[in-house]
Structures are given as structure tokens and as C-alpha cells.
T-cell receptor, first 112, second 112 residues
Framework: GQQLNQSPQSMFIQEGEDVSMNCTSSSIFNTWLWYKQDPGEGPVLLIALYKAGELTSNGRLTAQFGITRKDSFLNISASIPSDVGIYFCAADYTGANSKLTFGKGITLSVRP | DGGITQSPKYLFRKEGQNVTLSCEQNLNHDAMYWYRQDPGQGLRLIYYSQIVNDFQKGDIAEGYSVSREKKESFPLTVTSAQKNPTAFYLC???????????FGQGTRLTVV
């Protein structure tokens, strides 16, 4: 089946640093989504990307839909302690009557 | 406020008992989903429903059952046949024409 690859499983950064996360697949997708999950809560949508090559920002977050439609990246700039959590990528091919494929997530830790 | 509500937040059951987790949404979404989350495993799809009175098995449906009698409700029953039911369960919903899924806050089930 379709798989999304996120690695490493965990990342540790210093407060104020930038961090970039990749999500790759051998399959092509029409939509890429990035979610963040705080401990003990449900994931929350951060950014949605709908067009190959699209670059979208949401505050300190920037995400891009890869030109090959097989990957996406999320960048967090000037990290702060509340950026701690699990970051999931998700992707969809048909856009309607289909279900998202999720990566396994990256756990981000931010040292003060 | 529109949203998706899971209850209860924490649930304890004895081994061998069936238990039903509630999920209600007032977003008027057609599609609803149940995921299981274990540490390091990401989100694994249990069941999903794209329309009332219809649902499909996901990747790990064994030992679970669902119903979709109303558009806004998609309860999940964890049966005694599920060999390792202790986990964090997440419900989500999305519009049929838009893959962006919205998640509930999750139910942590502990079976002792």
C-alpha cells in the first residue's frame, strides 16, 4: 500500500533554532497536509498544500509541496518550547471519497 | 462551536469486556474515521465511513466493530476479540470533497 516516510523518529533542537522535516513517498499525491499533536491530544492541522511546487506559510511554519508530487517538507523557524509535539505528514491522491495516508510522525523536543 | 467530540477522555475496562467509544461531530461532514495510536507506530486506520449506513475496514479492523446510523455519530466498539486493546483512540471527520481531516481529542483506553 501507499506509505509516507518520516525520519528520524525523534529530533532534539535548541530554542531559537530552525528545524526542517521531510516526508517522502514512492507514490504521487494531489494533497499534502501537516499536522501537529500535543501530548494526550488529537492532531491539529497546521498547513494544507494542494498544488505541486506550492509554498505556504503559517506564522513561523513554512511547508512546500514537492514538484514531483512525491514529497513535502515542513520548516519551523525560531523554535519555541510550545513547538514540542509530534509532527505528522499526511497525503491524499483522489481528494474525494478517499482516506488520508499518514506518516509515522516525528517527535520534536525543544531545549530551553 | 463546530467540532468533533470524543468521550470519555479516559476509559478503564477489565479484560474480556466489550467497550464502546463515542465520537460525535457537528461539522456536517460525510466521512468519519477511527484511528489507533501506539507509541512510535503513528496513526493506524481501524474503520472508516464515507456515508451513513456504510463503512469499510481499515488496516487493523480485527477485534473492532462500528456503526454509522446517523451522520454525526460513529461509535467504535472494542470487543473482547481484540488481543491488545490498550491504546489511544482517535476519531476524525472530513468533508467528502475535501481531504482535510479534523480530529477529536482522543480516548485513552486501558484494559486491565
Amino acid at each position: 500500500g501507499q506509505q509516507l516516510n518520516q525520519s528520524p523518529q525523534s529530533m532534539f533542537i535548541q530554542e531559537g533554532e530552525d528545524v526542517s522535516m521531510n516526508c517522502t513517498s514512492s507514490s504521487i499525491f494531489n494533497t499534502w497536509l501537516w499536522y501537529k499533536q500535543d501530548p494526550g491530544e488529537g492532531p491539529v492541522l497546521l498547513i494544507a498544500l494542494y498544488k505541486a511546487g506550492e509554498l505556504t506559510s503559517n506564522g513561523r511554519l513554512t511547508a512546500q509541496f514537492g514538484i514531483t508530487r512525491k514529497d513535502s517538507f515542513l520548516n519551523i523557524s525560531a523554535s519555541i518550547p510550545s513547538d514540542v509535539g509530534i509532527y505528522f505528514c499526511a497525503a491524499d491522491y483522489t481528494g474525494a471519497n478517499s482516506k488520508l495516508t499518514f506518516g509515522k510522525g516525528i517527535t520534536l523536543s525543544v531545549r530551553p | 462551536d463546530g467540532g468533533i467530540t470524543q468521550s470519555p477522555k479516559y476509559l478503564f475496562r477489565k479484560e474480556g469486556q466489550n467497550v464502546t467509544l463515542s465520537c460525535e461531530q457537528n461539522l456536517n461532514h460525510d466521512a468519519m474515521y477511527w484511528y489507533r495510536q501506539d507509541p512510535g507506530q503513528g496513526l493506524r486506520l481501524i474503520y472508516y465511513s464515507q456515508i451513513v449506513n456504510d463503512f469499510q475496514k481499515g488496516d487493523i479492523a480485527e477485534g473492532y466493530s462500528v456503526s454509522r446510523e446517523k451522520k454525526e455519530s460513529f461509535p467504535l466498539t472494542v470487543t473482547s476479540a481484540q488481543k491488545n486493546p490498550t491504546a489511544f483512540y482517535l476519531c476524525a471527520s472530513s468533508d467528502r470533497e475535501n481531504p482535510e481531516a479534523f480530529f477529536g481529542q482522543g480516548t485513552r483506553l486501558t484494559v486491565v
